[in-house]
């Protein structure tokens, strides 16, 4: 249920113009993460499930969910979420490492019935409003301009009437200035077109769309928002 909101820092600098952002190179993400056991990614990993359990605690979903994961990665959100509420996940994801590191997961807990991985771009993925919970963690905070319209516009669009969106978006705090600075310095910050949120914007850029609040977390230096549709 809702926590106190994280303190602000001093503001981030807005994106810079598109094209003076460098992209991230989500290969080199892939790569540490299937080499060797990765212990900030473990410990994401443990974060976000938690931060989705206090998310949606309370609230009802269907029996048999349809649910819909963006920028999925190495699908182990969306893997916790079909082993705790049953249900079929939809995993959008266009990195070929990412999807290859998904379905060995889902393989290796039996479940690849009940997966579905979709290669390609999720700005472009639309299938109508048609999933139950739609959810995303660490992505929105990788589009810029007026792609950043078009991301929050993929997730909306997806959402049944009535159904969830629920996402994790690193937040302008002290926090997370300091999560920056440690993995800057030993080299380990990869990220280099993320900008982090302030912490309000979320709900103002979904509220257009339809989208009520329901509950908010923190998830490390990230902030979860559960948002219903109307
Ligand atoms: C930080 S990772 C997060 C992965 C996963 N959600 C998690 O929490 O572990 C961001 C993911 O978004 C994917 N991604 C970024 N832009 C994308 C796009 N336009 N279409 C599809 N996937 C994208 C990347 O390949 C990467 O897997």
Not at 82 to 103: D, I, K, P, Q, W
Not at 111 to 122: I, P, S, W
Not at 190 to 213: C, N, Q, S
Request: with cysteine; aromatic share 8%; net charge positive.
């Amino acid at each position: 249920m809702p926590t106190s909101p994280a303190a602000p820092s001093a503001p981030v600098p807005a994106p810079a113009a598109p094209h003076s952002i460098i992209a991230t190179n989500w290969d080199d993400h892939f790569a540490t993460i299937g080499r060797r056991r990765n212990l900030v990614e473990a410990i994401r990993i443990r974060q976000v499930f938690a931060a989705y359990r206090r998310l949606l605690a309370g609230v009802a979903l269907p029996a048999s969910p349809r649910v819909l994961e963006l920028g999925a990665g190495t699908g182990h959100a969306s893997l916790r979420l079909v082993e705790a509420f049953g249900g079929h996940a939809t995993l959008v994801e266009r990195n070929r490492s990412a999807r290859g590191l998904s379905r060995r997961l889902w393989s290796a807990r039996g479940l690849l019935d009940r997966v579905e991985h979709v290669a390609g771009d999720l700005l472009d993925f639309d299938r109508g409003a048609t999933f139950d919970l739609v959810h995303s963690g660490g992505v929105v905070e990788h589009f810029h301009g007026p792609d950043q319209a078009r991301v929050v516009a993929a997730h909306a669009r997806a959402v049944a009437p009535g159904g969830l969106l629920a996402i994790l978006v690193p937040v302008d705090t002290v926090r997370y200035r300091a999560f920056r600075a440690t993995l800057r310095a030993v080299g380990k910050w990869i990220y280099t077109d993320e900008v982090p949120w302030p912490v309000d914007l979320a709900p103002r850029l979904f509220a257009p769309h339809g989208f009520a609040p329901v509950a908010e977390t923190t998830c490390g230096h990230e902030r979860g928002y559960l948002l219903r549709r109307r």
